[in-house]
């Protein structure tokens, strides 16, 4: 007997008669007629599964509010475009900003009351903080609840920073002279090393991603499908790697990685290694964009790899490795 589609529910009523819903989470419960796949069915089933997604939270909010505005900017379409990881990080600001300030008018905020609660803020929260409250700000000034934006010419002097460390060639050593080949630890720094990929895209990873020693990848963040040829050094250790999973990357449990997770465990790996603290996953992929620029490739060569969406941070590797090769040249000409 054929199933009934998704998100259908059957019971029997009272009656004794065949009843079917459209229970979709977050979706308006719909009752359906006739029989599963009959075109009547199927009529308002396809309706109902095209339907707007329920605003969960609304009828707690009073119009115009901080609280009201966070709510309508999760199922905006500026909001729902960004990758599940941004997503998640905004929503973390928003909620906190909502569990301080969801029951003041968002059209009283003012640009001198975002600078007071941004000065509050640690240094790279700072930044995280005010991307979020300038895209909810943003909605605020679509929708008609604010006339104008105030985070905007807001500028954060005091965030003059090279961010991630960039990991050089001796950290790469210490940990490659702690954990050997055929460990999970050195699978993960081949991975990040030789992908030039965020640990978001590294966990995800599997042989089925490898194709003729080429490996597809499509980036979360982005959405860009990549096709990185794979480095014989990092062929070789998969080949080392169990192939009895999905991913190459699998916890102790043989479970894959979420990207909280796997940051806590590398973190781990590097501290074994006697690496200092500011040695993280992201800044392998930095190193990936060193070493590439200073193998003389061009700043669309590293951004083919790395899958940078703009090239104003790969053009700092290229610049620094430049220099680097102009000043040894200006050095052997002087001697």
């Known amino acids: 007997m054929r199933h009934p589609p998704k998100f259908v529910q059957a019971f029997i009523d009272r ?19 006739g029989l599963p796949w009959s075109p009547q069915f199927m009529e308002v089933y396809e309706a109902a599964l095209c339907g707007e997604p329920l605003q969960i939270g609304v009828r707690r909010t ?21 990758a599940p990881s941004t997503q998640q990080r905004l929503r973390r600001i928003l909620e906190q900003f909502r569990a301080e300030h969801g029951d003041k008018r968002i059209n009283v905020l003012q640009r001198q009351h975002i600078i007071t609660l941004l000065r509050s803020k640690k240094r ?22 604010r006339e104008d934006n105030p985070t905007i010419d807001v500028k954060l002097p005091h965030l003059k920073t090279a961010g991630y460390h960039s990991w050089t060639e001796a950290e790469i050593e210490q940990f490659e002279a702690r954990h050997e080949p055929g460990t999970r630890a050195r699978l993960a720094l081949a991975l990040l090393l030789y992908t030039g990929q965020r640990r978001g895209d590294v966990i995800r990873i599997g042989r089925q991603h490898i194709r003729d020693g080429v490996l597809q990848v499509r980036q979360q963040k982005t959405g860009h499908d990549l096709a990185i040829p794979i480095h014989e050094t990092l062929a070789a250790i998969i080949a080392e790697a169990p192939a009895d999973h999905l991913t190459l990357l699998t ?14 465990w590398f973190r781990d790996c590097c501290d074994e290694a006697g690496l200092p603290g500011h040695c993280s996953a992201h800044g392998l992929r930095k190193a990936t964009a060193r070493r590439l620029a200073e193998a003389g490739c061009t700043t669309h060569e590293i951004a083919a790899i790395t899958g940078h969406a703009t090239l104003s941070e790969v053009q700092r590797y290229t610049k620094a490795a430049n220099q680097i090769r102009l000043a040894r040249a200006a050095m052997d000409k002087a001697k």
């Open 15 to 33: 009656n004794g008669k065949s009843r079917f819903y459209f229970r979709r989470p977050g979706f308006k419960r719909v009752p359906l007629p």
């Open 62 to 82: 009073k119009p115009g509010t901080v609280s009201a505005a966070i709510v309508g900017y999760y199922y905006d379409q500026s909001f729902l475009a960004l």
């Open 124 to 145: 790279f929260a700072a930044l995280h903080w005010l991307k979020a409250i300038r895209a909810l700000m943003k909605y605020a000034v679509e929708t008609g609840s």
């Open 251 to 264: 916890t102790q449990a043989g479970k894959p990685f979420s990207a909280g997770g796997f940051s806590n």
